[in-house]
Nanobody, 124 residues
Framework: QVQLVESGGGLVQSGGSLRLSCAASGSIFRVYVMGWYRQGPGKQRELVADITSSGSINYAGSVKGRFTISRDNAKNTVYLQMNSLKPEDTAVYYC??????????????????WGQGTQVTVSS
């Protein structure tokens, strides 16, 4: 059973920092793109940043220069360092990963997995 487990959300004042982590576990043999999305109150879910297994990175314009995404391929873990946080960054942050894994019959499978979400609240 493959799952993504997130940690690191919380409440922080404007200008502060938080670091999110997301670890993928299970019968995984390859993780391609890992990324972070967020959904603010009354808003649609949007891409924050993603990173491929070879290290290519993509950021949303609103976070460029403030957030840094990184990953540890050996641990199947992705991180999001968030600095200079603003109230408009308040949202539920979701981890996403393209994972190739073995099912219970040792068959190779692919699925786009999501974490459970972690709340980030930035007070003004």
């Amino acid at each position: 059973q493959v799952q993504l487990v997130e940690s690191g959300g919380g409440l922080v004042q404007s200008g502060g920092s938080l670091r999110l982590s997301c670890a993928a576990s299970g019968s995984i043999f390859r993780v391609y793109v890992m990324g972070w999305y967020r959904q603010g109150p009354g808003k649609q879910r949007e891409l924050v940043a993603d990173i491929t297994s070879s290290g290519s990175i993509n950021y949303a314009g609103s976070v460029k220069g403030r957030f840094t995404i990184s990953r540890d391929n050996a641990k199947n873990t992705v991180y999001l360092q968030m600095n200079s946080l603003k109230p408009e960054d308040t949202a539920v942050y979701y981890c996403n990963a393209d994972i190739y894994y073995y099912d219970d019959y040792a068959k190779e499978m692919y699925y786009d997995f999501w974490g459970q979400g972690t709340q980030v609240t930035v007070s003004s």
